[in-house]
T-cell receptor, first 116, second 114 residues
């Protein structure tokens, strides 16, 4: 299995508090992603990174920020948590394949976040 | 219209049956295609990549139809252990365009019954 670790694995937090989720990889892959998964919506991309300090928004980025100061770490911050951000969050990594394509993604085990 | 669409199912099939899923994608410039499997409350895991020439791995066959913009997954001789959600994944652009990353369908749930 690819070396991806998410922390924490479970968290309960109160509305209005900031929350940071961490994704750590030991594969030296260039690309890192944060997805959220909700019933009926599948996996939706929040933010992704294509290199150290290079990030871009996904389809559901409002209320989230990210940082990548090192290749191995990608942090997701909920600036002021809301109940609508209760979800399962997955981090993923991938590498660049031939002709500029990215290869398959490997996922962390997920973080279950509950905002009360 | 969603970028990647799948029938959510569930598909309930008996052991030994052959079952097929389709997935449509909206961006004709899409480059890479994959099928992932996700078990309940677990992370998605790669099942197989989908190549232009098709791809077969044991009981699983994946096909790509660029003209109609869909990919398919065929499972032969279904096993109880095949029960899971199958996710269609598309990369709309090469990542060095800085445009987008892997886009997932909502998944198709398969339940294989004894």
């Amino acid at each position: 299995d690819a070396g991806i670790t998410q922390s924490p694995r479970h968290k309960v937090t109160e509305t209005g508090t900031p929350v940071t989720l961490r994704c750590h990889q030991t594969e030296n892959h260039r690309y890192m992603y944060w997805y959220r998964q909700d019933p009926g919506h599948g996996l939706r991309l929040i933010h992704y990174s294509y290199g150290v300090k290079d990030t871009d928004k996904g389809e559901v980025s409002d209320g989230y920020s990210v940082s990548r100061s090192k290749t191995e770490d990608f942090l997701l911050t909920l600036e002021s948590a809301t109940s609508s951000q209760t979800s399962v969050y997955f981090c993923a990594i991938s590498e660049r394949g031939g002709a500029g394509m990215n290869t398959e993604a490997f996922f962390g085990q997920g973080t279950r976040l509950t905002v009360v | 219209r969603k970028e990647v669409e799948q029938d959510p199912g569930p598909f309930n099939v008996p052991e030994g049956a052959t079952v097929a899923f389709n997935c449509t994608y909206s961006n004709s410039a899409s480059q890479s295609f994959f099928w992932y499997r996700q078990d309940c409350r677990k992370e998605p895991k790669l099942l197989m990549s989908v190549y232009s020439s098709g791809n077969e791995d044991g009981r699983f066959t994946a096909q790509l139809n660029r003209a109609s913009q869909y990919i398919s997954l065929l499972i032969r001789d279904s096993k109880l252990s095949d029960s899971a959600t199958y996710l269609c994944v598309v990369n709309p652009y090469p990542l060095d365009t800085g445009r987008r990353a892997l886009t997932f369908g909502s998944g198709t749930r398969l339940q294989v019954q004894p």
